[in-house]
């Protein structure tokens, strides 16, 4: 992989509604992506597990995640509120490429589980020769559920790995 | 950082005795650094603290990590081996910055610690803008002393760390 010509490198990139996986696309996006270049950029949005999303509306309650507790109609509007944020953030990601590299190839995937599984069977699926993601993502309360998912896949996914931080300070700025 | 001109960066990458160090430097020469960018590398070696030496001879016996039981001849000698390794290691290093990157400029350090902390103390001082690592590093028995290095720099580090592992199988060529 490490061979792999610069101009044929397929990123992929994995992000979610936090701010920080859209900085770490930023930053791919300036320091990684060739201008000019047959870099693929394939952006990654893992729609989580159901309960994630309970989790995600912010009540913090505990739910079953086979979400036996939820009505046919909570279910429905889980899954739509779930679709909704998928094509929400994948659009945001898609503009942010085009707007700081206008020539890059863009491919979306948007995959069903637990982000840490998506992102690692999607890295060695899609031959990917370098994966960029945020340290974080995910937020506080989906973490709680999913752990560190850039800690899980920098020990398991088998190419480069890039873990890019939303710097809280200016410190590291020039 | 993220907004830090593609041609002015400083690139620290963490190397060491293992293969996958030097692996990981090349990836970075060939994916990271621009042609006739003005990119320094700067190469950082962390001499281990001592107790890593005589593991690393091998012997694999517990040793008093004071060096208490150690001759003043056996400590001088420990000392001169962890020089040579890093001189070593450093100019491996600053060769293959050559071959592959003839025009990027190139800096070197060797600094004294547990290398866990030495590379996020140098990330932070030097100001870097992206840190590149292997994933293991430092060998089987060094790491049941120091643990993963590459792992703790992930989570402490607050600049972009880029971890590259040394391909076991052409699984991921193209």
Known sequence: ??????????????????????????????????????????????????????????TGRREDPSGYLFSSDILAAMEKYGAEVAACVIEKAK?????????????????????RDVICQMAEQLGADVLVMGSHGYGLIKRA???????HCAQNVKCPVLIVKKPKTNAFSK
């Open 1 to 58: 992989m490490a061979d792999v010509a610069e101009s044929e490198r397929r990123i992929l990139v994995a992000v979610d509604e936090g701010e920080e996986s859209m900085h770490a696309l930023s930053w791919c996006l300036k320091n990684v992506v060739s201008q000019n270049s047959k870099d693929t950029l394939i952006l990654l949005y893992a729609k989580p597990p159901r309960a994630v999303y309970t989790a995600l509306d912010g």
């Open 95 to 115: 503009k942010m490429c085009k707007d700081l590299q206008q020539d890059v190839k863009v491919e979306t995937r948007v995959e069903n589980g637990d982000p």
């Open 145 to 151: 559920f999913l752990g560190s998912v850039s800690n």
